[in-house]
């Protein structure tokens, strides 16, 4: 079984900033494109960034410039680096990828979501 767990998220200030990590476990081979989406409240889920197994990065319009994702393939977790946060930000930040498991399958998994807040 895989699983991807986020974590890092919380309440920050307008202006602040927040990494979020995603950690990927079971019985894994490698990762493949990994992606950051998120979720305010009443609103669709949308996505914010993503990073291809080589690296290559892409960004909503709204995060181009504030924030970075990154990746460990050793480690076998993905990162969000968020600054500047606005009030907007405010959503459930979810973790989403394509993994290789040991059976050589390739399985769309989910994590179960990490609350970011930003307010005064």
């Known amino acids: 079984q895989v699983q991807l767990v986020e974590s890092g998220g919380g309440l920050v200030q307008p202006g602040g900033s927040l990494r979020l990590s995603c950690a990927a476990s079971g019985s894994i081979l490698s990762l493949n494109a990994m992606n950051w989406y998120r979720q305010a409240p009443g609103k669709e889920r949308e996505l914010v960034a993503s990073?291809?197994?080589?690296?290559?990065?892409n960004y909503a319009e709204s995060v181009e410039g504030r924030f970075t994702i990154s990746r460990d393939n050793a480690k076998n977790t993905v990162y969000l680096q968020m600054n500047s946060l606005k009030p907007e930000d405010t959503a459930v930040y979810y973790c989403?990828?394509?993994?290789?498991?040991?059976?050589?399958?390739?399985?769309?998994?989910w994590g179960q979501g990490t609350l970011v807040t930003v307010s005064s």
């Open positions: 990073i291809t197994s080589g690296g290559s990065t």
């Open positions: 989403n990828g394509t993994i290789e498991d040991l059976r050589r399958r390739f399985l769309g998994v």
